[in-house]
């Protein structure tokens, strides 16, 4: 199976801060990694696929890219409503695994 | 609009068994691979499940292989999770969640709200 590591595993940051997270695989996946937000209490939000494509409807600041084993989710301005957890998830191969999450708190 | 909607979760003891079902709408179910995902209480994601289109090609983790079996009927536009011999660790939300395509290895774009299966004694 192909392991998901995210880092870090949670971080605070202040509203309008640039706020970057980390996935690596332990092998390469091509550009097939995607990105999720889910807040407490709810589904999985689809907001980046293929590494950098922004879902419809996700607003811009949103920002995914990378390839092979090492991708990044940049957040370019952090909005109130952006405080939640992301998770990566690999749709390279099955099983389609998904990195441990990253929870974005308030700093 | 897209709509899921899970039904069929609740308390079921170990050993037990039970059906989840997920009702979908808004888009030509037949046209789509579908799966379903669990959250353990307070952990992360886990893929658990994926089907094909037409319902040819199945996929399981191998945490549930050979005690879950995922189905579908198209003709209903529902999506079904066969459960047996659940153990504690199955103890999850469980969410249906929609691909973009018929095919293949896809992230999920649509989510359905989940239903909290509870295995205890």
Known sequence: ?107 | EVRLLESGGGLVQPGGSLRLSCAASGFTFSNYAMSWVRQAPGKGLEWVSGISGSGGSTNYADSVKGQFTISRDNSKNTLYLQMNNLRAEDTAVYYCAKEPRRDGYNPFDYWGQGTLITVSS
């Open chain 1, 1 to 107: 199976d192909i392991q998901m590591t995210q880092s870090p595993p949670s971080l605070s940051a202040s509203v309008g801060d640039r706020v970057t997270i980390t996935c690596r695989a332990s092998q390469s996946i091509s550009t097939y990694l995607n990105w999720y937000q889910q807040k407490p209490g709810k589904a999985p939000k689809l907001l980046i696929h293929t590494a950098s494509n922004l879902q419809s409807g996700v607003p811009s600041r949103f920002r995914g890219g990378g390839s092979g084993t090492d991708f990044t989710l940049t957040i370019t301005s952090l909005q109130p409503e952006d405080f939640a957890t992301y998770y990566c998830q690999q749709s390279y191969n099955t099983p389609r695994t998904f990195g441990q999450g990253t929870k974005v708190e308030i700093k």
